[in-house]
């Protein structure tokens, strides 16, 4: 590696998700399977974290977040994560979080945040009623990150601009405070084979949790009975597969399918066309029902049974978020010294 400020500092990895509906195959695909991946890497401390905080920045009920966030946990862990291995735990568990996350909207630049093109997107038109924290929200996912320096962030394309601006929250406050390697800045982990998974009812939209149907996602928890029904009556064209990927340029609900199967497989969509080019989704749909059954409904089948002891989940959060304080404390311990604050080291574990 290059001596930058992100290879100066401890390398570490943090990723979070939102507890905001059941994950779907793209996060699995996207995100999930990346940090089980992650987990044999001995080169990164590896922090992976439920971001209730910020699922609370658009209506929600508190019963149903609570539940989420346990369903999002147990998903992780049916997927693959081993909370020995790698840290999980959920980010109201630790303070660290709101206090950076409130000395982070200090340093940010209002113009910065005007440029957040998601927040433009949740809002929509009512953009005066959103919350003042749907708006701060990119300050609060550099907190998140940087409470840990963490050095690396596992990142999907949507995701890019905030990190963008996490980095330059980092280098403004380093250079405000004459700290010019106090935070690092963070680089994005992006697989080389990352594939887009979108809505099974419209290729053009990415395959989202909050998608009013069902049927334009596979959930991580649909059993396997759900799974293959949804790709039976997933969106396609009427034309035969083409021999290679070039071939779905202009057909990109084919081009969703043929990508779920090759992400799933660990392959290319060329390498899967090799097979189906020439034949229609008759012959195409049984055998992706089939692949997505074997991978995702073993997913479900454990999340069901980690859900139904919601005491070990919490445990596991417990034990994790003990773990992620212990980092974060001297950090936050050094910001406020920095800051010529005083707090810095009064509450925490």
Known sequence: MSDTPATRHTPRVFSGVQPTGNLTLGNYLGAVRNFVALQEDDTFERLYCVVDMHAITQPFKPAELKTAIYEVAAAFIAAGLDPEKSILFNQSRVTAHAELGWIFNCVARMGWLNRM???KEKAGKNKENA?????????????DILAYRATHVPVGEDQKQHLELTRDIAQKFNSDFNAPDFFPLCEPLIPAESARIMSLRDGTA???KSDPSDNSRINLSDTADVIAQKIRKAKTDPEPLPGEAAGLADRPEARNLVGIFAALLGSTPDDVLKDF???GFGDFKPALAELTVEKIAPIGNEMRRLTAEPDHIDAILMAGAERAARIARPIMADVYETLGLTGGGSAGW
């Open 131 to 143: 919350s003042v924290g749907l708006y701060a929200y990119p300050n609060l996912m550099a907190a």
């Open 117 to 119: 093109t998601q927040f």
């Open 277 to 279: 080019g020439g034949k």
């Open 206 to 208: 990415k395959m989202s």
